[in-house]
């Protein structure tokens, strides 16, 4: 009723929410209700009185809805009215989706974990894809290689040539070859670098980065040239 009163309750309703009739009969409609929901539901109602219509309560939000136990469940609730010699009358019809609720969320897990199987799919795809490709580019590299070293250019034509090969096959933007007298650094075949900054180049054994590895004949990974040791 207006004052927020349960007056009539059907058996759905006991086994829905665990409580006997004489439990609930004149006692507040927000007894159905988690605490925390009370207080806003009771502004709620006295709207809904103000302007009766049959509607769907909430729509958009999650309902919920408590067991005499205090335990929570999910809950959509269609509301009507009704006008008798006591006043208008309020009629909420209450629907456990508790179970929807539960396939609507295994659906989503199931969904999410299609898209990540197919996300991880393309990536090992695309993975072995470049491994082919990287495969198929050594492949031709040692094809080329072979045609070079059988070929009748001339030593330095040769090594200019490998180095080419070798910073293809790497991948990397720059390759260069050198060569030590033990004190001196010289630079024999190039890729990548303009010919202006090899006519400027020179380098001291345990000097800079090329030094340090012609020294130590070993190799040396750098992230940084920019930052690498001198």
Known sequence: NQAGQIIVVNN????????ERDDVLGRPLELLLPERLQHIHAA????????PRIRSMGVGLEL???????????????LSYVNTPDGMQAIAFVT???ARRHAEETQQRL?????????????RV???????????TVAEGLRDILTLLNSNQSIQETLQMMVHLAARLLEAPAALLVESDKQQLRMVAHSGIQ?????QWQGEVGVGVMGHTIQRALPIAIGDLQHSPT
Do not use: C, W
């Open 12 to 19: 759905a309703m006991e086994r829905l929410f665990e409580y």
């Open 195 to 199: 010919e202006e900054s090899v006519a």
């Open 111 to 123: 969904r999410n974990e299609l898209e990540q199987y197919a996300a991880d799919l393309e990536h």
């Open 64 to 78: 919920v809805g408590r067991k005499k136990g205090g335990n929570e469940f999910p809950v959509e609730i269609g």
């Open 126 to 136: 695309q993975e072995r894809t470049q491994e082919i490709e990287r495969r198929r």
């Open 44 to 51: 709620h109602r006295a709207g809904y009185y103000a302007e």
């Open 96 to 98: 456990d989706i508790s």
